[in-house]
């Protein structure tokens, strides 16, 4: 029985151990939980604490970026986000997205602000010129007001002046006005006493002009009609040369002649020199007084020789004026196949015409036909091919119809060289192979003897030729 009861109670003080053991074991692992606990407690703590310093300095930096850029410490990021939009589109403007800060703006304010700053100084210097210059125009325009009120004040005064000057004037003016009104009352009366005696010798004057006129045209109605467009002498020749070829005219310096005019020569007995029949033509060689010139005889018929006392006329020539010519066509004065305008032109120039309208080179027309022009000369019309042919054609057309419209008279270039007395020489030899010195005969030279001033008498006297037919 004792034995059981100390198993028993050997079995409880080994559960007791063991329970020992057990709860020993678990105040210490309990021990060293509640030691890492602890530590990682503290250690938590210890973060939360940094984290919390570490928020509080950043709370603190921002609140003093708030109140750096001007808000307040408590805002809200969602209240300073649209405000810093509106500055960024305010003041950032022209800045790129890179630049658009606070400080980038206010360095940029503050260069504008420099630069204000500069315009404003230089400008309060310009102000202060302009103001000088001012003040010195101020004091020259008072001078001149100060003159031109002096000159204004002289200006009245010699006003006044001529003022009373004028009215007495105007007093004796109209002194002699009522004296003058009074004369010429007397005047009147007594013109129209000599109007009245005026009136009666006119009215017999023309009863007799009227019976004279009577008179005249039954005269005139038994004489020869005279034609109007017939063309009268330019003038005489008052001497005769046969020998040397030489004659003298009765026209001068006086007349505007000179030397190189071309002459046709008529014999006497016909009003109109272009229907008389030509005896030769004269080419004008010197001028020897106000009504006298010698000439050389440049064509003369043998059998019908120029006289003393036959008359000679021109085309071209025209005493005291110019007389205008138009030209048409081609012109071939010597029949060489080269063109002669120019040496016609230089003709009827030495002539003193004028040429009013003719071809240049190009074919075209320089100038235009007038109402004044004598003739329009017409040359060969072309019937080449070539541009310049065409041009002419249509030049020679054109003055055509122009001459027919204004009633001018055309003649042919050959007749017009003839009527002018001008001497062309036909003899065209071509120059090259198959040329020979007989074409080239020397041409004797006539003696030249002292010319005179007067008509000479005695020597040569004027003579009928004998006939040899």
């Known amino acids: ?218 005269l005139q109605e038994g004489l020869p009609k005279v034609d109007a467009f017939a063309q009268p002498a330019d003038g005489r020749i008052t001497w005769v040369n046969q020998r040397h070829g030489k004659v003298w005219i009765d026209l001068g310096s006086d007349d505007g002649l000179r030397p190189q005019v071309t002459f046709s020569v008529a014999g006497e007995g016909n009003a109109d020199a272009e229907a008389a029949a030509k005896k030769g033509s004269i080419e004008i060689t010197r001028i020897i007084d106000g009504h006298m010139a010698e000439a050389q005889i440049t064509s003369d018929d043998p059998k019908n020789p120029i006289l003393t006392g036959d008359r000679i006329f021109s085309q071209v020539w025209d005493r005291g004026r110019t007389v205008g010519f138009a030209i048409a066509g081609e012109i071939d004065l010597d029949k060489d196949g080269k063109d002669d305008l120019q040496k016609l032109k230089n003709i009827i120039a030495a002539s003193n015409g004028r040429v009013d309208a003719a071809i240049n080179d190009a074919g075209t027309l320089d100038g235009e036909l007038k109402l004044e022009t004598r003739y329009l000369v017409l040359g060969e019309y072309p019937d080449g091919t070539q541009a310049r042919d065409q041009a002419i054609r249509e030049t020679w057309n054109t003055l055509s119809e122009d001459a027919g419209r204004l009633g001018i008279e055309t003649i042919p270039l050959d007749e017009f060289i003839k009527l002018m007395g001008w001497r062309v020489d036909n003899r065209s030899i071509v120059m090259g192979y198959g040329s020979r010195s007989e074409d080239f005969p020397p041409e004797k030279l006539g003696e030249q003897l002292p010319r005179k001033t007067v008509q000479p008498a005695g020597v040569f006297k004027k003579r009928t030729p004998t006939l040899t037919y």
Request: proline share 0%.
């Open 1 to 218: 029985m004792a034995a059981k009861e100390n198993q028993g109670l050997q079995a409880v003080v080994i559960v007791l151990t063991i329970l020992l053991l057990l709860i020993g074991v678990g105040l210490v692992l309990v021990n060293n939980s509640r030691k890492t606990y602890l530590a990682e407690r503290d250690a938590a703590r210890a973060e939360t604490n940094d984290a919390n310093s570490k928020v509080a300095k950043a709370e603190a930096e921002a609140g003093n970026y708030k109140n750096w850029i001007g808000f307040k410490e408590d805002a809200l990021f969602e209240s300073l986000q649209p405000q810093f939009d509106e500055d960024m589109k305010r003041f950032g403007i022209g800045d790129d997205d890179a630049s658009k800060h606070y400080k980038t703006m206010l360095e940029n304010v503050f260069e504008e602000k420099e630069k204000l700053v500069k315009n404003e100084v230089n400008t309060k210097a310009e102000v202060k010129s302009l103001k000088e210059k001012l003040v010195a125009l101020e004091a020259e325009k008072d001078a001149r007001v100060k003159e031109h009120l002096a000159a204004l004040e002289k200006a009245k005064q010699d006003l006044a002046d001529v003022q009373a000057k004028s009215k007495q004037q105007y007093d004796e003016i109209s002194a002699k006005n009522t004296a003058i009104a009074a004369s010429m009352e007397k005047d009147r009366a007594t013109h129209a006493e000599a109007m009245s005696k005026l009136e009666a010798e006119k009215s017999t004057a023309e009863n007799a002009s009227i019976k004279q006129e009577r008179m005249i045209t039954k």
